[in-house]
């Protein structure tokens, strides 16, 4: 079995990464995966989980940023500073 590899994981878009996160979850829950290979493709469901909430965690505070009038309505945005 050729090894798994998470070091393009931090260069996916949150859709492409939820995406293989849920095959890789749909293939251990079916439990047909041998054991070894189990091994690595968690460790790949566990980098993707990271990328997942990294992206997810950056929109957030993005939406976060946007400045409200005094009536409540959307007046433009501040800048952003995720690091």
């Known amino acids: 079995m050729a090894e798994i590899s998470t070091s393009d994981v931090k260069k996916l878009p949150f859709e492409r990464a939820i995406e293989e996160l849920e095959s890789i979850i749909k293939?251990?829950?079916?439990?047909?995966?041998?054991?070894?290979?189990?091994?690595?493709?968690?460790?790949?469901?566990e980098a993707?989980?990271?990328?997942?909430?990294?992206?997810?965690k950056a929109a957030e505070?993005?939406?976060?940023?946007i400045t409200l009038d005094a009536s409540g309505k959307p007046s433009g945005s501040a800048p952003l500073d995720v690091k």
């Open 61 to 65: 505070a993005r939406v976060e940023k």
């Open 27 to 45: 293939r251990l829950e079916e439990g047909k995966v041998p054991l070894e290979e189990s091994v690595a493709i968690y460790e790949r469901g």
């Open 48 to 56: 993707l989980k990271r990328r997942c909430e990294e992206l997810l």
